[in-house]
């Protein structure tokens, strides 16, 4: 049996997926889908934990539109247009990393949740699960052997003078120095962004729209006010970053962000 002073930094999934409470329930449900997840943590502006949407809180509330969609010939309206905040739970029960696993398992099993955002100084830094403490429970602490791990990668970010920075980790293969440029594109059909980053000493063709890309050691940043404003977008805070075969390229989703594609 596990010891009593194992803590939920030890069970804990640290690259959680977050949602706005402006978020359209259908692209939490995508998002759900997309990466084979029960639960997501919604957040403010600055972080801060708001509340928590489910499966089962979208189930519930898309039930009537389903049943409804079965019973007639005609063909099926779409779903509601509702957003987060009108079917999550608000003020979740939280804990800590230092939180000890059977101090977890208490909340979870006497409030009958299935989950609880982790935070630390009033940011969430985690999830964990009811599932994740009936694997320690099972495995003495070990995770799932089928459990596939990933690194967590710090998603893109938009500020507000429209610059886009992005984690050097994400271009492994490129050397993050003076004389980089980037291209940026965009797919309105995905509603998705492409990035490329190259090196002028190394492209032998002049690319159109290229620009030119502040880089440190860890991190480049890429203005993209004018790359917006052709196409009519109004992105601020972060973005998913999806690594791509090609060296160099990644594509930034825009899931995380209720305005992406609702300009003001």
């Not at 063909?75 to 608000?90: G, L, R, S």
């Not at 101090?103 to 964990?128: D, F, M, R, W, Y």
């Amino acid at each position: 049996m596990p010891g009593e002073q194992a803590t939920v930094r030890e069970i804990m999934v640290t690259e959680v997926r977050t949602v706005f409470p402006e978020t359209p329930v259908v692209w939490a449900a995508q998002l759900m889908t997309k990466h084979h997840i029960r639960h997501l943590v919604v957040i403010d502006n600055l972080g801060g934990i708001r509340g928590v949407i489910t499966e089962r809180h979208i189930l519930k509330h898309f039930s009537p539109w389903l049943t409804k969609g079965n019973s007639t010939t005609e063909p099926a309206a779409p779903p509601p247009a509702i957003q987060v905040a009108d079917i999550m739970t608000e003020s979740p029960s939280t804990v800590t990393p230092d939180t000890p696993i059977p101090k977890a398992a208490e909340i979870l099993a006497t409030k009958k949740i299935g989950c609880l955002p982790v935070e630390n100084s009033g940011q969430v830094v985690g999830i964990v699960t009811a599932v994740d403490v009936l694997r320690y429970i099972a495995g003495d602490g070990v995770a799932g052997h089928e459990e596939e791990f990933e690194t967590y990668m710090p998603p893109a970010f938009l500020n507000k003078d429209r610059e886009l920075t992005l984690p050097g980790a994400y271009f492994p293969d490129t050397k993050l120095q003076d004389g980089l440029q980037a291209v940026l594109s965009y797919a309105r059909k995905t509603k998705r962004i492409g990035v490329k980053l190259f090196s002028i000493a190394e492209q032998r063709e002049e690319v159109l729209g290229c620009r030119p890309v502040k880089a440190t050691e860890k991190y480049v940043t890429i203005p993209a006010g004018d790359f917006l404003d052709y196409h009519n977008l109004n992105v601020r805070g972060p973005l998913e970053v999806e690594k791509t075969e090609e060296p160099g390229y990644v594509i930034l989703s825009p899931v995380l962000s209720p305005t992406f594609h609702n300009p003001e």
